[in-house]
Nanobody, 125 residues
């Protein structure tokens, strides 16, 4: 499975961006898919995850209420809608696909086998 992340860019604080994670195979619908980010000088951080069916999502507290993850398995694509962006959201965003358990109430237990190359999101103040 190859993942291609795109949609990043430069936006002012309070603005919005939509990221895309496109997969190369139809079996993408077998995998839970998450978004992670890495800010300069910081460790990689979990952002959100969506179950393979799209029925369950989980968000990091830092993005809850501002970001929305969704997927269209017919298009082999996962989306990340980011609203009310803050300068601290500046990072390279990665999508990843894997297997495990996704819950709406506790941290996911997923082994991510496939990673995209990342897309830069820069939020200016």
């Amino acid at each position: 499975v190859q993942l291609q992340a795109s949609g990043g860019g430069l936006v002012q604080a309070g603005g919005s961006l939509r990221l895309f994670c496109a997969a190369s195979v139809r079996t993408f619908s077998n995998y839970h898919t998450g978004w992670f980010r890495r800010a300069p000088g910081k460790e990689r951080e979990f952002v959100t995850v969506i179950s393979n069916s799209g029925g369950t999502t989980y968000y990091a507290d830092s993005v809850k209420g501002r970001f929305t993850i969704s997927r269209d398995n017919a298009k082999n694509t996962v989306y990340l809608q980011m609203n009310s962006l803050k300068p601290e959201d500046t990072a390279v965003y990665y999508c990843a696909a894997g297997s495990g358990v996704v819950s709406a109430t506790w941290s996911p237990r997923i082994s991510y086998a496939y990673w995209g190359q990342g897309t830069q999101v820069t939020v200016s103040s």
